[in-house]
């Protein structure tokens, strides 16, 4: 090995040893506020204000469907508010001259950003005005993630509780979200980017002359705000249509991995969360280990994969640097590819189409995994939980016990519940990638490159859409009335048949009584468990989609 290779090498395991060393320094902290923060019984007086605005008892918990239909109510304002301003945006200030987003276009727009999947079929600074940014859009990846954090909270006290049918209340939930964690951490966050460089600012587009003596136009706007969240709420949706490799958006390496720290602050740290509510944090440190474990793994075949450079044209070329920034090189796209795919989020600092055809397969795979490793702000945790529970019926199966987690039996309702969760991603991302890549005038007009490629691209652009992640091969063509109308379906499907569904789970668990471990019970906190567990997660995607994957990317890198 030369000199330099041993160098970016070095400084690619120094870059992840910080990652790993921050994550756990703010684990134990940030996990047991969370859990102080849902399970306190003090409102404060900007809540207090909040609930009487819209009217109800903080004080009263509520059974699974009035929450779940009071989620739904409020998502679906949230669609039609962000539709509005994105429809009058010629009309509103602060436009920039922008006319307004076209129906199917603000369709598309309104679901993703409310379903927490922040894809994006435009250039940002092309279409959308600094006021749709700073308020829709932006409140919107606030309470999206809220939403998340809500729903995962009620499954863990459906867990805790016993002959209840009370899940919580799910206004409380979100306003805590929002007030005594996102916004917080959110505010830190800005500060930190805006010190590292990320532009912040009103400005309109301004006029430049380059060095060789062209005329450009560069944009600004308030960016680092909405970075901050964009990462901390496992959204994604990027200013620029550049996203994270922007340098308005992602100045230098150190605010490139201050991002990739954000976005999995949330979701590393809610394990902890989960194990001090069920009042046992042995269970937290398994779920821990499973979406570690997982990371970890999809990390290094992704970087050796982008450092190997395999496939032709890398070769040639020295490196795999198609479609990556200089700045970060192949060891911080890697990372950020990952933990990107890993959490929902979606923001990019490299074009994902551009990765060589296992890299792109390893992103493509831990969506289709579910985003549990460690999955989005409370989508992966409510995701690995669901998982555990058929982890836990499986091996009730093998030894001939009825199957329990955490002393709550695991029966033919919850099983059901549990079956029909899983279910529904795959369904949705093969049906919409099947329509897609069986029908010609489709094909021809969303997908770029002929072959396994091809097939690679719509697989990942329902995979991204059916998990609420929002990247994208660059390749497909998303913004047509087809794809933004069918692509809206399925984030919207995606997102809220798992929630309701989950929040019946809930339901039906909060209503058992809480049973004592026997000798015959199965320990969900020991290693024998993490494997089995993380079994389950690799082997439910593996017998789902290894026939679509072996047409696409694994035929690619085959080639």
Do not use: C
């Amino acid at each position: 090995m030369t000199g330099p290779v041993l160098s970016d090498t070095a400084a690619g395991l120094l870059q992840v040893a910080v990652l790993v060393a921050a994550l756990a320094a703010v684990h134990v902290p940030l996990g047991d506020h969370m859990a102080r923060t849902f399970t306190s019984t003090h409102h404060t007086r900007a809540e207090r204000a909040v609930y009487r605005a819209v009217g109800v008892d903080p004080d009263a918990d509520q059974r699974w469907s009035v929450y779940a239909l009071s989620l739904l109510g409020f998502s679906l304002v949230g669609v039609l508010a962000t539709y509005a301003v994105l429809r009058l945006q010629a009309l509103l200030p602060l436009s920039l001259g922008l006319p307004a987003v076209p129906p199917a276009g603000a369709w598309n727009t309104a679901v993703s950003f409310v379903t927490n999947t922040n894809w994006q079929w435009y250039a940002g600074e092309a279409v959308m005005g600094h006021l749709a940014q700073m308020t829709v859009l932006t409140v919107q990846n606030f309470v999206s993630a809220a939403v998340g954090l809500a729903v995962a909270v009620a499954l863990v006290r459906g867990l805790a509780r016993s002959r209840t049918d009370r899940v919580g209340n799910v206004w409380v939930d979100v306003v805590r979200s929002v007030t005594r964690v996102l916004l917080p951490l959110a505010l830190v966050a800005a500060v930190l980017l805006l010190l590292g460089g990320v532009v912040q600012n009103w400005a309109g587009p301004t006029g430049v002359t380059t060095l060789a003596g062209q005329a450009q136009s560069i944009p600004g706007g308030p960016v680092a705000s909405q970075e901050a969240i964009k990462e901390l709420g496992t959204n994604g949706g990027g200013f620029y249509n550049a996203n994270s490799a922007h340098p308005f958006e992602n100045p230098s390496g150190l605010t490139n991995l201050l991002q990739v720290f954000l976005l999995l602050l949330v979701p590393s740290a809610l394990p902890r969360t989960f194990g001090t509510m069920v009042g046992d944090r042995r269970q937290g440190l398994a779920v821990l280990g499973v979406m570690a474990g997982i990371w970890g793994l999809a990390l290094a075949v992704a970087t050796w994969a982008e450092v190997r450079a395999l496939g032709s044209v890398p070769q040639l070329a020295g490196a795999a640097m198609e479609g990556m920034e200089t700045r970060f090189g192949e060891w911080a796209s890697a990372l950020f590819a990952v933990s990107t795919t890993a959490t929902s989020t979606g923001a990019v600092n490299a074009s994902h189409d551009s990765l060589t055809a296992a890299g792109g397969g390893v992103a493509l795979v831990l969506m289709m995994l579910g985003e549990v490793a460690p999955g989005g702000v409370g989508s992966g945790l409510y995701g690995i939980l669901v998982l555990a529970v058929l982890a836990v019926f499986l091996s009730g199966l093998m030894v001939g016990r009825t199957p329990e987690y955490l002393g709550k039996k695991v029966g033919r309702r919850e099983v059901t519940l549990v079956a029909l969760s899983i279910l529904t991603m795959p369904a949705l991302l093969l049906v919409g990638a099947a329509l897609t890549a069986g029908t010609p005038a489709l094909v021809e007009a969303s997908v770029q490159d002929p072959g396994p490629h091809g097939l690679g691209e719509v697989l990942y652009a329902y995979a991204s859409a059916a998990n609420n992640n929002g990247s994208a091969f660059a390749g497909f063509g998303a913004g047509t009335t087809y794809q933004d109308t069918a692509l809206g379906l399925v984030m919207l499907l995606g997102r809220f048949v798992p929630v309701v569904l989950v929040l019946a789970l809930a339901g039906s668990l909060a209503q058992q009584v809480r049973t004592t471990p026997g000798a015959g019970t199965l320990p969900t906190h020991t290693p024998v468990f993490v494997g089995l567990h993380g079994f389950v997660v690799v082997v439910v995607a593996g017998l789902t989609f290894f026939p679509a994957l072996s047409l696409g990317p694994l035929a690619e890198a085959l080639q």
